[in-house]
Each structure stands twice: as structure tokens, then as C-alpha cells.
T-cell receptor, first 114, second 110 residues
Framework: GAGVSQTPSNKVTEKGKYVELRCDPISGHTALYWYRQSLGQGPEFLIY????????DSGLPNDRFFAVRPEGSVSTLKIQRTERGDSAVYLCASSGQGSTDTQYFGPGTRLTVL | GESVGLHLPTLSVQEGDNSIINCAYSNSASDYFIWYKQESGKGPQFIID?????DKRQGQRVTVLLNKTVKHLSLQIAATQPGDSAVYFCAERSYGKLTFGQGTILTVHP
């Protein structure tokens, strides 16, 4: 079956611009996660959705970052007033039963802020 | 605080050898420990996990060992193949959130 998909695969933007990154989870998965991975590092947790609600957003670095999942399926990560330090690969994962199930990752969106 | 780290950043082996990748963790409250494989330009791929109340779990060519006394996790890959070359991350899960280590680069020489 189809795995987690993310669009775009690459995004180049200028400092100060607004960006949106999209994640399509595995069909039927109720839990969705966003992580950020810097070069040479492991992924870092940003936010976790169970259904439509954010169950844990403790990893969002500041109020420039926001994520939504209005219908409990597709999620969008939104970054306002981008900074060069936001450059990273943004990974999305989904799991079937919530916090106790295996997380399957998408290919990521590589964000470059010039 | 929570942290997961790896002892060895790189590991080179010959095809057919067994590989062992190690990881240390500090959060005793984690309920699962997981190994992921990540190839260049791709997202992490699930390999195997182990529940915190277990000490060993085997999969196809892989075995994960958990030593809670010294807070140590290892991944053993039998008969390593060139296709196993990748970065391997250990991760611990607590209330759904994964905390990853830095990663070990495994290179398999034919």
C-alpha cells in the first residue's frame, strides 16, 4: 500500500517568507507526527496529532511554527517569517493506533532558507 | 532529561560479517526502543523494536538486545550485505514521542 507522502520534496525560500509543508499519512492512521532533522543529526520531535487535535506540541521551537490537521488525515506544517536556522529536512510520520504503534516515516521535505 | 546516544559514529564491515551497533539511553520511562535505518535522501525506515519489559527480540537477520541495568541497546545484523549500508538510529518512545540518537554510519564493503 501507499506509504506516507510529503510535498514538496524540496522547498527553497527567502528569509522572512512564509512556507507550508504538507503530509499525507498512511490511509487509516489516526496518529501523525512531525519531526525536524538537521544535517548529521537524528530527527527531533516537533508535534504529534491524535485525530484532529494536537496531543503534544512541546517540540515546536517557537510561535513561528504551527501545524494543523483539520480533518484528521492530511496535515500542514506552517512556518512564518522563516529564518536561515529553519533550514532542515522536515519529516512526517504516521501510526495506526496512536502513541503505542510503530511510526512510519515519509521521505521528508528539504527546506532551504536563503 | 532525556537523551539517546551512540557509542560509535561509524562502522565498516566486510560483506557477510555480522554487525553490532550500540546505543545508550537515559530515560527509564520509555516504553519502547526502536531501530531505524536511513538511506541518503530518504526518511527513516523501521527495522525492529523492543518493548521495555523485554531483553531480546529477533527479526529477519536482525536482533535487538536491551540491557536495562546499564541502559544499553544494541542492534545485531547477521550476514551484513552491501544493501545494509546506511545510517542507523536508535530511538526511544515515551508517550508517543520519539527521541533519536545521533546515528551510526554503517558501511559494508563487498
Amino acid at each position: 500500500g501507499a506509504g506516507v507522502s510529503q510535498t514538496p520534496s524540496n522547498k527553497v525560500t527567502e528569509k522572512g517568507k512564509y512556507v507550508e509543508l504538507r503530509c499525507d499519512p498512511i490511509s487509516g492512521h489516526t496518529a501523525l507526527y512531525w519531526y525536524r532533522q538537521s544535517l548529521g543529526q537524528g530527527p527531533e520531535f516537533l508535534i504529534y496529532f491524535q485525530g484532529t487535535g494536537a496531543a503534544d506540541d512541546s517540540g515546536l521551537p517557537n510561535d513561528r511554527f504551527f501545524a494543523v490537521r483539520p480533518e484528521g488525515s492530511v496535515s500542514t506544517l506552517k512556518i512564518q517569517r522563516t529564518e536561515r536556522g529553519d533550514s532542515a529536512v522536515y519529516l512526517c510520520a504516521s501510526s495506526g493506533q496512536g502513541s503505542t504503534d510503530t511510526q512510519y516515516f515519509g521521505p521528508g521535505t528539504r527546506l532551504t532558507v536563503l | 532529561g532525556e537523551s539517546v546516544g551512540l557509542h560509535l559514529p561509524t562502522l565498516s564491515v566486510q560483506e557477510g560479517d555480522n554487525s553490532i551497533i550500540n546505543c545508550a539511553y537515559s530515560n527509564s520511562a520509555s516504553d519502547y526502543f526502536i531501530w531505524y535505518k536511513q538511506e541518503s535522501g530518504k526518511g527513516p525506515q523501521f527495522i525492529i523494536d523492543i518493548r521495555s519489559n523485554m531483553d531480546k527480540r529477533q527479526g529477519q537477520r536482525v536482533t535487538v538486545l536491551l540491557n536495562k541495568t546499564v541502559k544499553h541497546l544494541s542492534l545485531q545484523i547477521a550476514a551484513t550485505q552491501p544493501g545494509d549500508s546506511a545510517v542507523y538510529f536508535c530511538a526511544e518512545r515515551s508517550y508517543g514521542k520519539l527521541t533519536f540518537g545521533q546515528g551510526t554510519i554503517l558501511t559494508v564493503h563487498p
